[in-house]
Nanobody, 124 residues
C-alpha cells in the first residue's frame, strides 16, 4: 500500500512560480510511475504530467509543456511539480497519483493511488 500527501499549493500572481511536492509512504515507491492531475472548478479532472520510475521519461499536457517540470527523488520518496509562468487558467486542485505497472499514463483510471490534493490559485 502507498499513501500520497501533496503540499506546496497556495496563492500566486500570474507569471509566478510554485513547486508542488508529493510525499509517498509505503513500500516500493520507486517502482511506481507517477502522475499529476488537476481539477478546476466545474471541470473534470485532467492530466498534467507524468514520470516513469527511473525519471528517464516524462510526459506533459500541451497546456503546461514548457512551463511545468515533473521530477522525482526516489531516495526521498517524493515527486515534484515545478510550475513556472503560472496563468489564471492553472487554478485548480492538483493531485498526485501512482499507478501499478511499468509505464506512466495520461489516463486517470489507470492510477491506483491518489493523494488528497492541494489547491493552487493564480490571480490575474
Amino acid at each position: 500500500q502507498v499513501q500520497l500527501v501533496e503540499s506546496g499549493g497556495g496563492l500566486v500572481q500570474a507569471g509566478g512560480s510554485l513547486r508542488l511536492s508529493c510525499a509517498a509512504s509505503g513500500r516500493t515507491f520507486s517502482v511506481y510511475p507517477m502522475g499529476w492531475f488537476r481539477q478546476a472548478p466545474g471541470k473534470e479532472r485532467e492530466f498534467v504530467a507524468a514520470i516513469n520510475w527511473s525519471a528517464g521519461n516524462t510526459d506533459y499536457a500541451d497546456s503546461v509543456k514548457g512551463r511545468f517540470t515533473i521530477t522525482r527523488d526516489n531516495d526521498k520518496n517524493t515527486v515534484y511539480l515545478q510550475m513556472n509562468n503560472l496563468k489564471p487558467e492553472d487554478t485548480a486542485i492538483y493531485y498526485c497519483a501512482g499507478r501499478l505497472g511499468s509505464a506512466y499514463s495520461r489516463k486517470q483510471d489507470e492510477y491506483y493511488y491518489w493523494g488528497q490534493g492541494t489547491q493552487v490559485t493564480v490571480s490575474s
